[in-house]
């Protein structure tokens, strides 16, 4: 039988949860369920009137249900978080955590395509129901539009190379699976840096089928909406691009630019920030690889 921990190992697991400020009889909302690690820890800090939500797209994140009371597993992206609160009832919570990164079993099930370490078919969808999967991505896209992913998703470089033998590829057979799609790519593979590129390809073809940077955005303004003032978020990122679009967001509620200031130059702020950033110990990484890239922020809505 799976446990949480071999589904999902929670990473930051008492700050990221700490952060939040429990209150027992609050409503609290984890909008990345996975195996439920984060979920478990608030309920068990959580009195018999208080409430939590829990949101997960992922089919195979349902089995991890959890038999309390106080708990319910919304089957969505948490991009609809308002349209789903609303729907049980709910207009205002206390706290709001997310854990942004991929979680270990989807890592770890090579169907899935998520992980550089198996051959598997070119998936990659987090929402086993969607349409656009990594084959569409890779044997569909025009040379623009892959390259546009591979620089700004994936940061690099030579992105627009990449894109370009990947189309001359495509045009003799379609590029069915991950073995394939390195075999394409090999050139761009020197063997003292081949994991971290081939990673830095997959990152930016799975950020794009699941469209993270978009969901992320209207998770994020949506989180504004439906916090109570005082209420915290609680957010855990895995690289810059993620990392830098929450950060603005709790600076001054916008992704780019600057908020107009008054005649005194001051401008209003949505959140203010609680601790400074937080990152792994170094027996946390020791213990799970996976957290070591990991950034966590947490801010309280003014």
Do not use: W
Not at 48 to 55: I, M, N, R
Not at 263 to 290: H, Q
């Amino acid at each position: 039988m799976m446990t949480t921990m071999d589904y999902h190992n929670p990473v930051l697991l008492h700050d990221s949860v700490d952060g939040l400020g429990i209150k027992p009889d609050g409503i609290y909302v984890d909008v990345t369920f996975g195996g439920g690690g984060h979920s478990k820890e608030i309920l068990r800090r959580l009195g018999p009137g208080g409430k939590l939500f829990a949101f997960d797209q992922d089919l195979d994140a349902l089995a991890n249900a959890l038999p309390d009371d106080r708990f319910t597993l919304i089957n969505e992206n948490f991009r609809f978080l308002k349209r789903f609160l609303r729907f049980h009832g709910v207009k205002q919570v206390d706290g709001i955590l997310a854990d942004l990164g991929v979680s270990s079993h989807q890592f770890d099930v090579p169907e899935r395509g998520f992980s550089t370490r198996f051959e598997g078919e070119l998936d990659m969808r987090m929402n086993q129901k969607s349409d656009l999967s990594a084959f569409t991505v890779v044997n569909q896209y025009d040379h623009a539009h892959l390259s546009k992913i591979f620089v700004e998703y994936g940061e690099l470089k030579n992105g627009p190379a990449m894109a370009r033998v990947i189309i001359e590829s495509r045009e003799h057979a379609p590029i069915r699976n991950t073995q394939q799609l390195k075999v394409v790519l090999n050139r761009f593979l020197p063997q003292h840096k081949s994991n971290k590129i081939l990673a830095q390809i997959y990152q930016a073809i799975r950020i794009e089928v699941n469209q993270e940077m978009e969901v992320l955005k209207e998770f994020l303004e949506q989180a504004l909406e439906v916090l109570k003032p005082g209420g915290r978020l609680s957010v855990i990122s895995y690289h810059s691009l993620e990392d830098r679009l929450v950060k603005r967001f709790v600076r001054n509620g916008m992704f780019e630019g600057e908020p107009e200031r008054d005649f005194f130059g001051n401008f209003s702020v949505p959140f203010k920030s609680i601790e400074k950033l937080i990152i792994p110990t170094d027996d946390e990484i020791a213990a799970n690889n996976r957290a070591r890239s990991a950034k966590l922020r947490i801010a309280e809505k003014v």
